[in-house]
Structures are given as structure tokens and as C-alpha cells.
């Protein structure tokens, strides 16, 4: 979705998906930090679905407060009226 995105030239929603891809991206680090205390408490066999699933969960809600954040959601897109040579 981001690729299409920028081939729409809608460089926002762009911008929110490549995020989002990011974010999933991040979610073994963030499994690997999450499933060792769920492991010294409850069995593997638990502690790896709860981990895999609140770390998809944790990235994507982190991700999309950020989208709608006002302060970071800001794209500057420089206009000009002169035509590049």
C-alpha cells in the first residue's frame, strides 16, 4: 500500500503505510524483549503466542498514535512556481 501510495503522489498516506511496514518489521525485537518475563511465568507453549501478539499489537498502537499525533503527522511539501530545467 505504501508503494501505491507514492505512485498516487499522496505522499501523506505514503508516508503512514511505510510506518506501519516499519512497525511490523520491528516486531521480533519487540517479541524478544516481551517474551522473557512471560517465560519465567508461564509455559512456552503460552508465553510465545501472547508475546508475538501483543508485540504486533504494542507496534501498531504506538505507530498509529503516532499517525494521528498533530505534532509528527506534519509533511512540509515544498511548492514551487518556477519550472525545473
Same mark, same amino acid.
Given at each position: 500500500?505504501?508503494?501505491?501510495? =507514492?505512485?498516487?503522489?499522496? /505522499?501523506?498516506?505514503?508516508?503512514?503505510?511505510? %510506518?506501519?511496514?516499519?512497525? *511490523?518489521? +520491528?516486531?521480533?525485537?519487540?517479541?524478544?524483549?516481551?517474551?522473557?518475563?512471560?517465560?519465567?511465568?508461564?509455559?512456552? =507453549?503460552?508465553?510465545?503466542? /501472547?508475546?508475538?501478539?501483543?508485540?504486533?499489537? %504494542?507496534?501498531?498502537?504506538? *505507530?498509529? +498514535?503516532?499517525?494521528?499525533?498533530?505534532?509528527?503527522?506534519?509533511?512540509?511539501?515544498?511548492?514551487?512556481?518556477?519550472?525545473?530545467?
Amino acid at each position: 500500500m505504501g508503494v501505491i501510495r =507514492a505512485a498516487q503522489r499522496k /505522499i501523506k498516506a505514503h508516508k503512514e503505510w511505510i %510506518l506501519r511496514s516499519y512497525a *511490523i518489521t +520491528w516486531v521480533f525485537v519487540t517479541f524478544r524483549i516481551i517474551v522473557i518475563p512471560f517465560s519465567l511465568f508461564l509455559d512456552s =507453549a503460552f508465553s510465545f503466542p /501472547i508475546a508475538v501478539y501483543l508485540g504486533i499489537g %504494542l507496534n501498531l498502537l504506538f *505507530i498509529e +498514535w503516532r499517525n494521528r499525533n498533530k505534532k509528527y503527522s506534519k509533511v512540509q511539501v515544498r511548492t514551487t512556481t518556477k519550472p525545473v530545467v
